[in-house]
């Protein structure tokens, strides 16, 4: 018999206890996560106020508008399309290792496991969020008090993305990594499990092979 209403409850198969206790640890944890940005943010704004705001050092007037359109702009579309790859790169690394967990797939953890982001990728962000950055730390502002909640949310935020990635990246390890990962599992060293599977496959291979002939 179908639903009947507009609003169906929804089931849940943990007790109130341990879904507290879930999100309780997850509020946590994204506390943990917010305190570097937190710090490195502090750190850019306290930089940007004592070395370049209190001795008026900023792009010239004419020059403000173009950095604020042209520069801000052609590098913060190119940053958004370089996260937003990261993201769904790690995202789906990180979705299809927790599917192999929950099915028991040691093949494919094991595949998954050691695959990260190229360095190049983490390169590559950060040069161009430096751009970003860049661009709004020499913009000429009318009081410390605006130009410090831009440079720190700016740089809050840029620290934030490059973090996140960094522990999606590794769903083994760090802050948020996979609960329900089996120890042996962790135990086992790709290179040789690869090795060993290569070695059996290659000798079912021939085993096929002589009996065809």
Known sequence: MGA???FR??????????????????????????????????????????????HDIHFNDGVNDIIATAWVGVFGILYSLLATMALNTVWSEYKSIRTAVKRGDLDTFVDLKDE????????LVSVVSIAV????????????ISGGIIVYG??????LLLLVVAEIDDPCAGLWFIKNIPDEWLKVDPREF????????????????????
């Open 116 to 123: 990260e982001l190229s360095p190049l990728m983490y390169v």
């Open 133 to 144: 950055l860049g661009g709004f730390v020499f913009l000429k502002y009318p009081d410390a």
């Open 9 to 54: 409850k929804k089931r849940h198969h943990k007790s109130f206890k341990e879904r507290l206790n879930n999100k309780l640890e997850t509020i946590f944890k994204s506390t943990l996560l917010l305190v570097w940005p937190t710090f490195f943010a502090a750190l850019v704004a306290c930089g940007w106020y004592f070395f370049l705001f209190k």
């Open 4 to 6: 009947s209403g507009i």
């Open 194 to 213: 690869r090795k060993r599977r290569a070695d059996k496959g290659e000798e079912i291979s021939t085993q096929k092979l002589k009996y065809i002939t």
């Open 154 to 159: 700016v740089s809050f935020l840029l620290i």
